[in-house]
């Protein structure tokens, strides 16, 4: 879309492929974000692991 923007003189064309593109942009972070969020954030027990064994004195 962009480069068919690139070849006509009007405006509007320029508009509404920048429109465009910034619409995948913000859908592309959009997604990435929640799947980020609940793939890796989620990941883990969160405090609840184990805690490191004392060594009892002999």
Excluded: C, D, Y
């Excluded at 910034?22 to 980020?36: D, E, M, P, R, Y």
């Amino acid at each position: 879309m962009i480069a068919r923007a690139a070849q006509t003189p009007e405006l509007w064309t320029h508009l509404a492929a920048i429109v465009w593109q910034g619409l995948w942009v913000w859908l592309t972070v959009k997604l990435s974000a929640k799947l980020f969020r609940r793939n890796v954030m989620k990941s883990g027990a969160a405090g609840a692991a184990e805690a490191p064994r004392a060594v009892k004195p002999a």
